[in-house]
């Protein structure tokens, strides 16, 4: 069941049907993205009565998750139907400013509960399991920017929006015990390997300059022909380690796990719906962002564990109709657009 609120409604009063259910959608899509994006989109029928409650500013529920609206479109075309573009209720947060904030020597949930300014702290809550304390300054930015900028700071952890709860987590997925194995073509079904992030040697440094007395942690078979003829060099700073011992420890775990490729398996589930191989890939539909996935392709000699990065869900049906997997991009930053966010807010501020 999807609702529309009016934009004044307020934590603890969603769970009734507001302003009413909105029977007559023509589509609605939540799409989730790893540390990204948390949007709905969806069009509804213009002749219906609570169209007219379909304006910037109110608040839809849909799959448990509230998300207020940005945007409006009413075609002219004689299709009458209106579209609607909302983002999650965290993004709420990108309309207040912290001035200058400062947190030294800190937890994660420390610096979130520091981004929380006026009244945010009794509107959300925040909470972490990452233990790793860090120093991190804001100024000049919204809470939003502030969050993506601990998970930044920290190089740790996946974002985990429920409505007004927040976490940042070492992990927010699990094993979903997928295997999706690849030596063909198949229609809805598009893989990629980037091999721009390449890494056969790390240079580890710990907590006030610790280092390796053989400086270099290699990659397993790094000198394989998989590889190329040069060695190929990254700093990688372990700030918990204190000592040589534990930084030999984290920096050959973490040299374990890279790859050798940036692999991402993009899956058009209607697309792929209309082929005989669908009966392989249909499980993909009970995965969540940041579920693992193992995913083997002979052709670009490819076998490695890789997170769900992003997905976009049809809320009519409770299907995913578009599932993506692959490492996450390498700036966290990068995949806000703030740029976007910050004109939804300028056209937003117009209308007041």
């Given at each position: 069941m999807i609702c529309i609120y009016d934009k004044k409604t307020t934590k603890g009063n969603f769970d009734n049907n507001g302003l009413g259910v909105l029977s007559e959608l023509i589509s609605c899509y939540i799409t989730e993205e790893l540390n990204g994006d948390y949007s709905l989109e969806l069009e509804y029928s213009a002749n219906s009565k609570k169209?007219?409650?379909?304006?910037?500013?109110?608040?839809?529920?849909?799959?448990?998750?509230?998300?207020?609206?940005?945007?409006?479109?009413?075609?002219?075309?004689?299709?009458?139907?209106?579209?609607?573009?909302?983002?999650?209720?965290?993004?709420d947060l990108a309309y207040y400013f912290i001035e200058d904030m400062k947190a030294?020597?800190?937890?994660?949930?420390?610096?979130?509960?520091?981004?929380?300014?006026?009244?945010?702290?009794?509107?959300?809550?925040?909470?972490?399991?990452?233990?790793?304390?860090?120093?991190?300054?804001?100024?000049?930015?919204?809470?939003?920017?502030?969050?993506?900028?601990?998970?930044?700071?920290?190089?740790?952890?996946?974002?985990?929006?429920d409505n007004f709860d927040i976490k940042i987590l070492n992990s927010i997925g699990k094993d979903a015990g997928v295997l999706i194995a690849q030596g063909k073509n198949i229609s809805g079904l598009k893989f990629n390997s980037d091999t721009t992030s390449v890494v056969t040697k790390l240079y580890p440094v710990g907590k006030n300059g610790v280092k390796l007395t053989e400086k270099y942690i290699s990659v397993p078979n790094w000198n394989s022909e998989s590889y190329p003829p040069f060695p190929i060099i990254k700093k990688v700073e372990f700030k918990e380690a204190e000592d040589e011992v534990t930084l030999r420890a984290l920096a050959t775990e973490s040299a374990n796990v890279i790859g050798l490729s940036k692999v991402s398996i993009d899956i058009d589930f209607i697309e792929l719906s209309k082929t005989k191989e669908y009966e392989n890939y249909k499980h993909l539909q009970t995965v969540n962002v940041g579920d693992f996935v193992i995913v083997r392709h002979k052709d670009f000699n490819i076998d490695v564990k890789v997170p769900v990065l992003k997905i976009k869900k049809d809320i009519l049906t409770c299907v995913n109709s578009k599932v993506e997997l692959g490492q996450p991009k390498n700036s966290i930053l990068s995949q806000l657009d703030m740029v976007d966010i910050k004109t939804s807010i300028d056209e937003l501020g117009n209308k007041v």
């Open positions: 169209a007219k409650h379909l304006e910037e500013w109110n608040i839809i529920k849909a799959d448990n998750q509230l998300f207020r609206i940005y945007k409006v479109e009413k075609n002219s075309d004689g299709k009458n139907i209106i579209k609607v573009w909302a983002k999650h209720i965290f993004y030294e020597n800190c937890s994660v949930k420390t610096a979130l509960q520091k981004s929380l300014v006026g009244d945010l702290i009794v509107i959300y809550t925040v909470d972490s399991d990452i233990i790793t304390a860090n120093s991190i300054s804001i100024i000049e930015k919204n809470p939003v920017e502030a969050i993506f900028s601990i998970i930044n700071i920290w190089g740790i952890g996946e974002l985990k929006r």
